[in-house]
């Protein structure tokens, strides 16, 4: 009985934390349009920066690489989006990484 309710306990913040990191406002269906007009020119297989879909990060590493804006420094693309663009394609990314709920590749 004690065990079952210290997994319970661990499920739930488990849940409460990766909520947190969700991003706030996005929109997922606008995100995988522009991920897909935007990004996969550079980011599909054998192509300059390399394949990269959802599952390449988990949900964390998703936010934390668009909170650190890493990838402005490095590309004229993210230079060109709004704010509400790059919302979009990190909460596309975040719905569907790896450790989601859905994970995809954005086939």
């Not at 804006?69 to 790896?98: G, T, Y």
Request: proline content about 2%; glycine content about 8%.
């Amino acid at each position: 009985m004690k065990l079952m309710k210290v997994l319970i306990v661990m499920m739930l913040v488990v849940f409460a934390s990766t909520a947190v990191l969700a991003v706030e406002g996005g929109n997922a269906r606008k995100g995988k349009y522009l991920f897909k007009k935007s990004c996969k020119t550079c980011h599909s297989a054998g192509a300059e920066g390399g394949e990269v879909t959802p599952l390449a990060k988990t949900m964390g590493q998703w936010d934390r690489f668009f909170s650190k804006d890493k990838h402005k420094k490095n590309a004229d693309a993210w230079s060109e989006m709004s704010e509400k663009d790059l919302m979009d394609i990190n909460q596309f990314l975040f719905d569907h990484a790896v450790d989601s709920d859905s994970p995809e590749t954005c086939g």
